[in-house]
């Protein structure tokens, strides 16, 4: 009867009490006191536990998201091996996760001939504790341990439930490849040493053979090791070690197929000999010292945390340390000399140290601890970037529709396209009509001196050089390995050879931002500033952005090591010499999410000291229309300005449409100016200059170049540039006020660009796509005529549909102007397979000067 | 024969094909009601001993042939610690065997707990038909997930999940850890999902759905273990499990492509009349972090508005979400993200609102909106703050109703709002949408979605900044924070701030507040903006 009832309430059908209001509902959320009564018979940790929301997970013992490699060891049981970073964990006990996560024998197999045991996964998600964690189980095998096997596990550990579900499958495939690294490599050297020891015991079998021959020596007096052995074994129990030895090599053979990987060990490993061999003696102590840093670097200051807590532990793995030599894998010249067995291989010797992670795999354990803390740097920022990003992923392609304002993916003008079917109206390339705007007479017309156009010409050493180099900074910056070129340790460091290995891990790697920049802004460096590679933006990737401390693996971490794992044959790696990487990865365009941007602001973030530059200069509308319309500015600072010149064209390169090179560089500051000549407008947008100390009779910008460039003094406090009388930038600059700290302000102008961004995505596609098109050459006398015709059709088709005031149409414009511009350089390249000469927009405007 | 003497039967108690009103947790518990069978019989599958009766399946199922549905066993209490279950090293357990497509998500589902004397152990086993996995095998599993968990403190409730990928098996196992009385006192508890490793991309779409499917079950259970209904307890397992499985089936046959095509949106050609309803709903499912039922008489146009809706989801959600079919004539299922639901009898003078489970409304993760495309009807449940302390409210009722001398209070109609706050974001959003051309159309929803985001993460950062991270006290109030960034209107702000919490789950409450009576004062304040 009961359930009937309740049944029938259920249902919803008996909702006798009304709520009259919130007091109502009050009373309802609150018990009364007889439930709590009830409730009594069921203790309270059978009823669900009420988890307060708690966004910036307060409640973990987790503070920073981080990577544990842990081991069970056979003489100490599960523990930790090291932490990524050094010193992570906070409160967390890592000794006792180590032991729950290294409990289960995940590799559980019945049978009792040696087999290979696959990779296990495991996703645990412990609300109580607020402790979230993927772990990687893996084995490794050592011919020294018991059973021949080393388990290890690979754990990344954060606080956010929501990162562990969302990721979880990205985790899954990047610690794969991790495991990959270590077991290949552990493989190959297992195989070997699995060979020797079946000559180890062929040759103690024939000596065995040779002993059963001979009569017994009664009275022994040296007593040695290898004659405890020989008097301790029979040939049947030699026999059978051989043959357990030749079923291992059997199991362990096949899956040794991976040539590429081998290669890539083989390089490492040769770099390594190489250098050594190539001048030996002076080279041998600072190799040794090398290998040594490099683990003291990998591991030690890793280890240490987990290991500190044991004194005796401490002293046991820097012993192991010591004596450390980095083994050869793939040495065929020697023939190994076989050996009397050792008695530590049938009598086990506890008190014996096993091999590390380093000696396990070697030349393979440097690339995947470099992964894994590339790993740590990808996951361990803020949930709602590692999901905008992924949206954000997919609007790189097709790469001439993407629009970037201050490197930062706005929005992709040529995405769905072709989507539809039938009938709908696709998206298309602009017409004919649009391309051939760009060579139009109001641009080339313009032209008025002839003299400091051509000047470039005559001074190869000009400042040119300097800013098509530093443009390429921007962009290359993955590649500034090659600044070091020179330097003997990255040459043939194991660093380097992991470089070619994954050439997108590098990024955040071998790098050195401060001194690589310098190299190329003084354009002393003799390989990237002399070419002048057309870098059209169809490599982009998301990168890491000029002044990024690159602590932050991007998304180009991901795409491009999926492309190399997956496309590039063995062939590829073989031809992949430096300089042809140097050519493939200068093509690359590094962009970022605003959301990465917007989370990892630092003092060397693209848009930091926005708001002091506001502050200081009442004009800014001005100098942020400037760049929104396309004009190039010069920052000019006094002699000793460097620095301030340098903060302001960082600070304003937040609002700089555009990341194709050579269209839209930004310059820091040029340390040793020259200057500025006509053609070099066709290559910046954002300039820093400092003037020389020693005034010279030219000024940097001749008075011809002033024509067409903004300029902003920051030594007279005063900015030449056109008056700018829109709405939409005097908002974003208003607003200042209001969000007071750059943490919140940078965020709203991503937000306030993205929807200027919108209006010019509708006049592009809605505007230019149309009306252009509909110009017949014969209905106008003049082509200014009909340069004024469609500049009045513009300013109503943005004031009618897209509400834009007339004052900030230029700003449309110019953002529909990037991506046709973009899409001509395509169109170009695809028809001509080459590259056509760069245009120069020279924006011939009336200028004001005004006062800071 | 072994530890099953003999057998009482039921019968399949789910032959639910028409939904009822009922609430679902309510169905569940009613399988608990056994009625003793005369068709009894035996079976053994790959070691095991399966006992119960066998009803034609396949006539219960007349209209929905590929719901998956169970051949019951069911023991007489035979007392003593191993009446029915054993240990991993012995040879035969109870088990039931699921009758399920085997195209199932869910192959297999084990119940295991670790005993003191022997270990882990196997309590019962439901295995569906196309599983070949042995008892060795679970055993095995049993082992796998319980080791490690030892140490677990009982006194302190909560599920923890973990999720084992096992290549060389080609199994994936979900296991949710708990601790419950077991036949000897408490212990831990494991309740295994076995998957195939070819089904793991499948698992990763609906982890969230399904883990919250199968906590909100094991709390009734772990009470019903309390009480030492343990046959109770197995039936209502019984009960969860098809429920799951049929959920699971669910978004298999009806589930929405990850890329939705414009024509079969409303967004192809404008339709004027629908023009409200569309902006209705679109708030709504926004402010609702994009969670909806669609409702109706006519299946397509359900469908074409779960379509429209969709668009606004990403696309791991959309996955996540399901159209309503005429002939499954699926129920409503909670924690799915946009669903079409077909209500039963659906007549004119009756209002949907009558028909709404808003029970399990009340247990899914987010607020829901409630669209009815037959009376252009939109409503949504409370917000995020509110529903989450109602939500955890109405669980811990459902656990403990079966021992409570009242009845469950199930949420009021009246707690549906029925939208009418004020936002521009929509609006504007629509007018400029039928402006551009088709071809334009998909780009620009995914602009706009991007541009709410991008709102989102202001808000959140200036939350953060405020409160150095929720470490002190927010300093400013909502209301500046709203004019700050420009979100006076009611409509928007909240749109906004959904849309936060999906970025950074948590922030809503935290803004807002999670106590009613605190949300209250807040709220008389928010709304004088």
């Given at each position: 009867m009961k359930r009937a009832e309740k049944k029938k309430l259920g249902g919803g059908y008996a909702f006798n009490a009304m709520f009259g209001g919130y007091a109502d509902v009050a009373a309802y959320y609150h018990p009364n006191e007889e439930d709590e009564s009830i409730e009594e018979h069921i203790a309270p940790d059978l009823l669900p536990i009420y988890e307060k929301p708690d966004p910036w997970n307060l409640r973990s013992p987790i503070e920073k998201d981080f990577v544990l490699l842990a081991e069970f060891s056979e003489l100490e049981g599960p523990r930790p091996v090291l932490t990524i970073p050094y010193g992570t964990g906070g409160q967390f006990d890592k000794n006792n996760f180590a032991v729950k996560i290294m409990s289960v024998d995940y590799h559980n197999i019945s049978n009792n001939t040696f087999t290979v045991s696959d990779d296990t996964q495991v996703m645990i998600l412990e609300n109580r504790e607020g402790v979230y964690a993927y772990v990687h189980h893996f084995t490794l095998y050592d011919i020294h341990a018991r059973g021949f096997v080393r388990p290890f596990c690979m754990a990344y550990v954060t606080a956010d439930e929501n990162k562990m579900l969302s990721a979880y499958e990205d985790m899954l495939n990047e610690f794969s490849k991790v495991s990959k690294c270590f077991s290949y490599a552990n493989k190959l050297l297992f195989l070997k040493d699995i060979k020797h020891h079946i000559k180890n015991l062929e040759h103690t079998k024939e000596c065995l053979q040779k002993l059963e021959g001979e009569p017994p020596k009664p009275n022994e007096s040296d007593s040695t090791d290898e004659n405890d052995v020989l008097s301790e074994l029979t040939i049947t129990q030699v026999e059978s070690m051989i043959a357990e030895a030749k079923h291992i090599e059997k199991v362990i053979m096949p899956l040794l197929t991976d040539k590429k990987m081998e290669l890539k060990l083989k390089q490492a490993e040769d770099r390594f000999f190489m250098s050594r061999s190539m001048d030996f003696e002076e080279e041998h102590e600072r190799e040794e010292e090398i290998v040594q840093e490099e683990i003291n670097t990998e591991e030690k200051k890793e280890d240490v945390n987990c290991i500190k807590e044991t004194p005796r532990r401490k002293a046991s793995v820097y012993s192991l340390y010591s004596d450390y030599k980095p083994c050869r894998l793939f040495d065929e010249t020697r023939e190994y000399q076989p050996q009397i067995l050792s008695s530590a291989f049938f009598r086990k010797k506890f008190d014996k140290l096993l091999r590390n992670l380093h000696e396990l795999c070697p030349w393979g354990s440097h690339n995947a601890l470099r992964r894994l803390r590339c790993i740590q740097r990808y996951f361990s920022r803020d949930l709602a970037t590692l999901q905008i990003e992924k949206e954000e992923g997919t609007l790189i392609d097709p790469a001439a529709g993407l629009l970037t304002i201050g490197r930062c993916v706005t929005l992709n003008f040529m995405q769905h396209s072709g989507r539809l079917a039938d009938g709908g109206y696709g998206m298309s390339l602009p017409s004919n009509n649009l391309l051939r705007r760009r060579l139009s007479e109001d641009t080339l017309g313009s032209f008025n001196s002839s003299e400091s156009f051509y000047s470039i010409q005559d001074d190869r050493e000009s400042v040119h050089s300097g800013v098509s180099s530093a443009a390429e900074v921007a962009f290359i910056y993955a590649n500034s390995s090659h600044c070091d070129e020179h330097s003997p340790r990255n040459r043939y460091s194991i660093s380097e050879a992991d470089d070619y290995f994954v050439i997108n891990y590098k990024e955040g790697d071998v790098y050195e931002p401060p001194k690589a920049r310098e190299r190329y802004l003084t354009g002393s460096s003799a390989g990237t500033s002399s070419e002048r590679s057309f870098t059209t933006a169809t490599d982009i990737s998301f990168g890491t952005d000029v002044d990024q401390d690159l602590y932050t693996t991007r998304r180009s971490f991901y795409d491009r090591a999926i492309s190399m794992d997956s496309n590039c044959t063995s062939d590829d790696l073989i031809s992949s010499s430096p300089t042809d990487l140097e050519s493939n990865i200068s093509r690359k365009v590094a962009v970022i999410s605003a959301a990465d941007h917007i989370f990892s602001l630092?003092?060397?973030?693209?848009?930091?000291g926005i708001l002091k530059v506001f502050q200081e200069y009442r004009c800014s509308p001005e100098i942020l229309a400037t760049l929104l319309t396309g004009r190039p500015l010069v920052v000019l600072g006094g002699a000793k300005d460097e620095k301030a010149v340098t903060a302001i064209v960082t600070a304003l390169w937040l609002f700089l449409p555009g990341h194709t090179i050579p269209n839209h560089a930004v310059v820091p500051c040029l340390s040793k100016p020259k200057q500025i000549k006509m053609v070099d407008l066709a290559h910046f947008k954002l300039l820093g200059m400092c003037r020389p100390e020693r005034r010279t009779s030219s000024p940097l910008v001749p008075s011809s170049v002033r024509n067409y460039v903004s300029v902003l003094d920051i030594e007279r406090k005063m900015l030449t540039a056109p008056a700018y009388k829109g709405h939409i930038i005097k908002d974003i600059y208003k607003q200042r006020k209001i969000f007071k700290t750059e943490d919140t302000y940078i965020p709203f102008v991503h937000c306030e660009l993205l929807e200027l961004a919108t209006r010019a995505f509708i006049y592009y596609h809605c505007f230019c796509q149309k009306e252009p098109s509909s110009f017949q050459d014969n209905d106008f006398a003049h082509p200014l005529e009909r340069a004024n015709v469609y500049n009045m059709k513009s300013t109503e088709f943005c004031d009618t549909r897209l509400s834009v005031h007339p004052g900030d149409v230029p700003v449309i414009e110019y953002l529909s102007e990037i991506v046709k511009m973009q899409q001509y350089d395509e169109w170009a390249r695809c028809s001509y397979s080459d590259t056509l000469p760069t245009s120069v927009k020279l924006d011939l405007r009336e200028c004001k000067v005004f006062k800071a | 024969m072994t530890s099953t003497e003999r057998t009482v039967g039921m019968a399949d108690t789910f032959k639910d094909c028409d939904t009822k009103s009922m609430e679902d947790i309510d169905e569940e518990m009613e399988s608990l009601s056994i009625k003793p069978s005369e068709d009894e019989s035996e079976l053994i599958v790959d070691g095991f001993m399966v006992s119960g009766t066998f009803t034609d399946v396949a006539s219960n199922q007349c209209r929905t042939p590929v719901i998956p549905s169970f051949e019951e066993s069911s023991d007489t209490l035979v007392e003593g610690p191993d009446s029915r279950a054993i240990s991993p090293v012995g040879h035969s357990l109870t088990a039931t065997k699921l009758k399920v497509s085997s195209s199932n998500l869910i192959q297999a589902v084990v119940l295991s707990l670790w005993d003191n004397i022997v270990g882990p152990r196997i309590l019962h086993v439901w295995k569906g038909e196309a599983c070949n996995e042995t008892v060795e095998t679970f055993k095995y599993l049993s082992i796998y997930t319980l080791n490690g968990e030892i140490c677990r403190d009982l006194t302190c409730g909560g599920i923890d999940t973990k999720f084992y990928v096992m290549s060389r098996r080609k199994l994936c196992v979900l296991a949710l850890i708990f601790g419950a009385k077991g036949k000897c006192g408490p212990s831990v508890h494991c309740l295994s999902v076995v998957m195939s490793s070819n089904d793991l991309q499948k698992y990763v779409t609906w982890q969230r759905t399904l883990h919250a499917w199968l906590k909100r079950r094991i709390a009734v259970l772990r009470v019903l273990m309390e009480k030492d209904e343990y046959d109770k307890g197995i039936h209502f397992l019984n009960a969860s499990i098809n429920k799951t499985m049929r959920m699971l089936q669910s978004l298999q046959l009806d589930g929405l492509p990850s890329c939705i095509k414009l024509e079969d949106t409303y967004f192809y050609n404008e339709d004027s009349s629908k023009d409200f309803l569309l902006r209705k709903s679109i708030t709504s499912h926004l402010m609702t972090c994009g969670r909806s039922v669609v409702t109706g008489t006519v299946d397509s146009e359900i469908n074409k508005m779960v379509s429209t809706l969709a668009l606004f989801n990403t696309s791991a959600e959309r996955q996540c979400s399901r159209f309503c079919s005429h002939e499954r004539n699926w129920p409503y299922h909670h924690d799915l993200c946009v669903q079409g639901w077909l209500p039963p009898s659906y007549n004119l003078r009756q209002s949907v609102l009558d028909k709404i489970p808003l029970g399990e409304m009340q247990c899914a993760e987010y607020p829901t909106s409630i669209i009815d495309v037959k009376t252009h009807e939109v409503r949504q449940t409370l917000p995020v703050n509110e529903h989450h302390t109602r939500r955890h409210d109405f669980l811990s009722q459902e656990v403990t109703h079966p021992y409570s001398k009242h009845d469950v209070k199930y949420p009021e109609k009246n707690i549906l709002d029925n939208l009418q706050y004020p936002e521009n974001l929509v609006h504007r959003f629509m007018k400029e949408l039928f402006a551009i051309p088709v071809g334009l159309r998909l780009s620009f929803i995914q602009l706009f979605i991007r541009t709410i985001e991008r709102k989102a993460l202001v808000l959140i950062k200036s939350a953060e900044v405020d409160s150095d991270q929720g470490r002190s006290a927010p300093k400013t109030n909502p209301r500046k924070l709203r004019q700050d960034l420009g979100l006076q209107l009611e409509g928007d702000f909240r749109i906004v701030l959904a849309m936060a919490e999906k970025l950074k789950p948590g922030i809503y409450t935290y803004l807002l507040g999670d106590s009613l009576n605190h949300e209250l004062a807040r709220n008389i304040s928010l709304y004088s903006v």
């Open positions: 630092n003092s060397s973030s693209i848009g930091h | -």
